[in-house]
């Protein structure tokens, strides 16, 4: 009995040992069989908060393999450190996400990926009864090779409670107050087709604290991956059609990302924290963490998905 306790540990350390990487080059060298098929979630650890659920979530949804990009010296739970693929790396350093995600596009070319923060939740319509890749097989078949999602900001209701804005229990969303507007081209200054910049959420209620090209709640977060493909500081990418929101047919699939970063932000940031006592205003309503609340508030678009 205790040589089988002690060989089952010893295979235990082992898978965990594979699933370690030094950093994004030893990842893309010995990591490769993680990005062979997809879909494959990048989650981007910027602080310990909510790392645990980020990455459940990434589990429940249905990806094939998930990816930590995390602090060094960081740990995960036993039955997480067998399944995700940790990579020790600096979100400290300038153009630290860009880097990452383009550096695996150029490594799993014609695969799906998914990129997030930490406490970052990806929905998507009827996901508590379909996966990720049922999804993507239909967004696919309607020849679209990238996905926009809304970044929904979630914040805790009770602030003397939770003082870092994060809860899960007490996850709160603004109803309304959402809007886009036409994306111009920086030459021309001509609208550029189907593209929108999308705003709202804290963001627009607190953007005296946030710089204007940080204001944008649109993201392309869920696209495969193409040999020359980038994505750009500004959540867009180099290809045009990548960034556009719907084909030019008819409307297509979109998501939503769950969000607590911009709560955790103000409240981090001395300049906003004293200003802020409560995110909840009349418009706020408690988070259900179901697509249909998503569906119901016009945060994300079923397409011809049904």
């Known amino acids: ?37 997809g879909p494959v979630a990048l989650v981007f650890s910027e602080d310990d908060v909510e790392i645990e659920s980020t990455l459940r979530h990434q589990h429940k949804t249905g990806f094939a393999e998930i990816v930590a990009f995390m602090r060094e010296g960081a740990t995960l739970p036993p039955d997480l450190a067998t399944t995700v693929h940790q990579v020790s790396y600096d979100m400290g350093t300038e153009g ?29 319509p009827f996901c508590e009864s379909r996966t ?12 679209r090779d990238a996905m926009l999602s809304t970044v929904l900001d979630l914040y805790a209701g009770d602030l003397v409670q939770n003082p870092d804005a994060v809860s899960l229990e007490d996850a709160w969303v603004d109803m309304s107050g959402y809007y886009a507007l036409a ?52 959540h867009t990418f180099n290809d045009e059609e990548f960034n556009t929101f719907a084909c030019p047919w008819h409307h297509n699939l979109t998501s939503v990302i769950a969000s607590f970063r911009t709560a955790k932000a103000l409240k981090r940031n001395p300049g906003s924290t004293f200003e802020i006592q409560n995110f ?22 079923p397409g011809q998905w049904f």
């Open 96 to 124: 630290a996400l860009t880097n990452a995600v383009n550096a695996v596009i150029a490594a799993a070319p014609g695969v799906w990926l998914h990129y997030c923060y930490n406490a970052e939740y990806l929905f998507f």
């Open 183 to 234: 994306r111009k081209d920086p030459i021309s200054h001509e609208a550029k087709e189907r593209q929108l910049d999308f705003y709202g959420g804290l963001r627009w209620r607190y953007e005296e604290h946030v710089p204007q090209g940080r204001r944008r709640i649109d993201r392309i977060s869920l696209f495969r991956a193409k040999p020359g493909l980038l994505l750009r500081d500004d």
């Open 1 to 37: 009995m205790h040589g089988d306790i002690t060989d089952f540990a010893s295979n235990l350390r082992g898978a965990t040992d594979t699933m370690i990487y030094p950093g994004l080059s030893a990842f893309l060298e010995k990591g490769k069989p993680a990005l062979a098929k």
């Open 132 to 143: 990720i890749g049922e999804m993507l097989g239909f967004h696919a078949e309607e020849r």
């Open 280 to 301: 909840r205003w009349h418009n706020s309503t408690q988070f259900k963490w179901n697509s249909r609340q998503l569906l119901d508030l016009g945060l994300m678009e």
